[in-house]
């Protein structure tokens, strides 16, 4: 079973940059999509960006798109978010996912959540 942990959140101030890591540990995550979330106080969790297996492939929620970038290193069993240009609106716990499905898209069959790294991004 894969376990999975989120790191690298913390307080930056707009136009700030963080870069957040998911760590994965259990089974190689090579064969597996994934994706970020995030979910801010009193909101659903909404979806941010997904991987494909091999790094080739990447889609982005329209809100960050331009400004977040998703990328992987299977060799690490590792998945990044590089957040760029952050606004108050970026602040939210972030979640990494596998995904379960082949789709490339913000739905699907996602799972093993991480237990999130809290953003916070001070105007």
């Known amino acids: 079973q894969v376990q999975l942990v989120e790191s690298g959140g913390g307080l930056v101030q707009a136009g700030g940059s963080l870069r957040l890591s998911c760590a994965a540990s259990?089974?190689?995550?090579?064969?597996?999509?994934m994706g970020w979330f995030r979910q801010a106080p009193g909101k659903e969790r909404e979806f941010v960006a997904v991987?494909?297996?091999?790094?080739?492939?990447?889609y982005y929620a329209e809100s960050v798109r331009g400004r977040f970038t998703i990328s992987r290193d299977n060799a690490k069993n590792t998945m990044y978010l590089q957040m760029n240009s952050l606004k108050a609106e970026d602040t939210a716990v972030y979640y990494c996912a596998l995904k379960f499905d082949y789709g490339l898209g913000p739905s699907g069959d996602f799972g093993s959540w991480g237990q999130g790294t809290q953003v916070t991004v001070s105007s």
């Open positions: 259990g089974r190689y995550i090579v064969s597996y999509n």
């Open positions: 991987i494909d297996w091999n790094g080739a492939n990447t």
